[in-house]
């Protein structure tokens, strides 16, 4: 992966993670660098979503560690990895009517002190993240009234308003048509080539393979290959993880993955 001056985006040391009895993975070893774009892939119940709490800090690894910027997360002040790391869930639930806006200032609660108010600089950047996500216009829309794709953008915004060095995305195109899943990796992409760090969960393997500058394929198993895209995302292994043969076409320079 990509040398530089400041220290890895994230990294672990011989991870292991588990849910209850089943193994996601274990000895997992990697350096995620600025720059770099991860995707996890593998079939349902395979634990990505799992792992990549574990990657945030949210839930406690089975064994090993997991050092955000260079340090175990219990080395960073309370508060302070939400200025490093900044985490898409699946799901965004609504337990209160909050306007668009207000939702997306969620976004810059790690930079303000307790008793703070965002200020004009906080509403600009949440404005700006509005319009990047084509929401520009929704600011006093009502988040119940909201499509589905409409609040997963939405959810997207008040993470880029949180401006972390890592952005960790669980199924960041649910809900979203073409037009816009392609908008939102490209924006991802973008970012990851002006120094974030960015790991995705994806079920689509060829945008995985368009988009990811390396990929974690769990195999469902507890057994894990991690690499280069190029290197990972071959028929054998494809077919192996997902339970179902796929066979490469070629398109160009690029190569596309269909199921047989």
Not at 146 to 151: A, D, F, I, P, V
Not at 233 to 244: E, I, K, M, N
């Amino acid at each position: 992966m990509k040398m530089d001056a400041r220290p890895p985006v994230l990294g672990t040391d011989a991870l292991a993670v588990e849910v209850g009895r089943h193994r996601v993975c274990r000895d997992l070893d990697f350096t995620l660098q600025p720059g770099d774009t991860l995707v996890i892939l593998g079939r349902n119940g395979a634990g990505k979503s799992t792992l990549l709490h574990t990657l945030s800090g949210l839930r406690p690894p089975a064994g090993g560690s997991v050092l955000l910027s260079g340090k175990p997360y219990g080395d960073w002040p309370r508060g302070h990895e939400a200025c490093l790391r900044g985490l898409l869930a699946q799901s965004q639930p609504d337990y209160f009517s909050a306007t668009v806006l207000e939702t997306a200032l969620v976004g810059r609660h790690p930079y303000l002190g307790r008793w703070d108010w965002e200020g004009e600089e906080d509403e600009a950047i949440a404005l700006a993240a509005l319009e990047t996500m084509g929401l520009a216009g929704f600011a006093e829309r009502q988040v119940p009234t909201l499509s589905g794709g409409e609040r997963q953008r939405l959810a997207i915004a008040a993470l880029l308003v949180q401006q972390p060095r890592l952005y960790l995305l669980d199924e960041p195109l649910a809900h979203l048509d073409l037009h816009h899943q392609v908008a939102v990796l490209d924006h991802f992409r973008g970012l990851a080539k002006g120094g974030a760090g960015v790991v995705m969960v994806l079920h689509d393997i060829n945008l995985a393979a368009r988009y990811a500058s390396h990929v974690l394929l769990l195999d469902g198993e507890g057994g894990h290959v991690i690499g280069p895209a190029a290197s990972v995302l071959t028929v054998d292994r494809l077919s192996a993880a997902f339970g179902h043969p796929l066979r490469a076409v070629a398109d160009g320079d690029d190569t596309l993955f269909v199921p047989v």
